[in-house]
């Protein structure tokens, strides 16, 4: 499974031949200007709540793609009156299987209004099932015990916020490991504006010395999961 970081918490995985996109926000991402949008044909588009820093581009690249676009049903709803039909909507705790593998909708502790004002239901993380691999995709959140639920899976990766201010800090992504049982992680949701900016040198340290992976790849950087 190979994954792609187009900066911020926009991601693209590619399993099976499929390819599916996470939460796009980059031609507003000044740290993203080399990423041409136009270029993204994903299968899949994946949204883990309504803000704009998450869904900013996805008119354009759906439109381009004519992906299928996955999230909450409220998000889906509201897709539909904006003309985007092909959405599937669910809900926290629901999984389902997709032909490239299953998707299960996991809590996230945030908030999520849409960018005109609409409801746009919970915030929401992702538990993606595909090639043997599970991946834990957070989405915004703060640490919460409901991550413990994640304790068994046996989770290969997980894809956390480190930014801090909006979303966890590098400390609590550490936290977070112990309580998701996964010492693999990514890390997503800094640098992009100047209120999340992070020292990557001393977050990488601190994972290190908690025994932890942290991979933090260029922004159009790929890594193999
Ligand atoms: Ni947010
Ligand atoms: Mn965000």
Redesign the pocket.
């Known amino acids: 499974m190979k994954y792609t970081w187009y900066g911020?918490?926009s991601f693209e995985l590619e399993t099976g031949g499929k390819k599916l996109l996470f939460d796009p926000f980059i031609s507003h991402n000044e740290l993203a200007k080399h990423i041409d949008i136009n270029s993204l044909k994903p299968d899949y588009i994946l949204l883990s709540h309504g803000?704009g820093?998450?869904i900013a581009d996805l008119f354009t690249i759906q439109k381009n793609s004519g992906a299928k676009v996955i999230c909450i049903a409220e998000i889906a709803g509201w897709l539909g009156s904006k003309g985007v039909a092909d959405a599937h909507g669910m809900n926290i705790g629901g999984g389902f299987n997709f032909d490239f593998g299953r998707v299960k909708m996991v809590n996230a502790i945030h908030s999520s209004g849409l960018p005109d004002g609409s409801y746009g239901g919970n915030p929401a993380g992702f538990v993606i099932y595909a090639e043997g691999k599970k991946i834990y995709f957070s989405g915004?959140t703060a640490l919460t015990y409901d991550m413990k639920l994640l304790a068994d899976e046996n989770l290969d990766w997980a894809i956390l916020p480190i930014g801090d201010n909006?979303?966890m800090s590098a400390d609590d992504a550490i936290k977070a490991t112990d309580f998701i049982n996964c010492k693999n992680v990514i890390g997503v949701?800094y640098d992009t504006f100047p209120v999340i900016k992070i020292d990557q040198a001393e977050v990488a340290a601190k994972f290190k010395n908690a025994g932890l992976n942290l991979q933090l790849p260029a922004i159009g950087g790929s890594l193999e999961l």
Do not use: F, G, Q, S
């Open positions: 911020h918490a803000h820093d998450h915004d909006y979303t949701h």
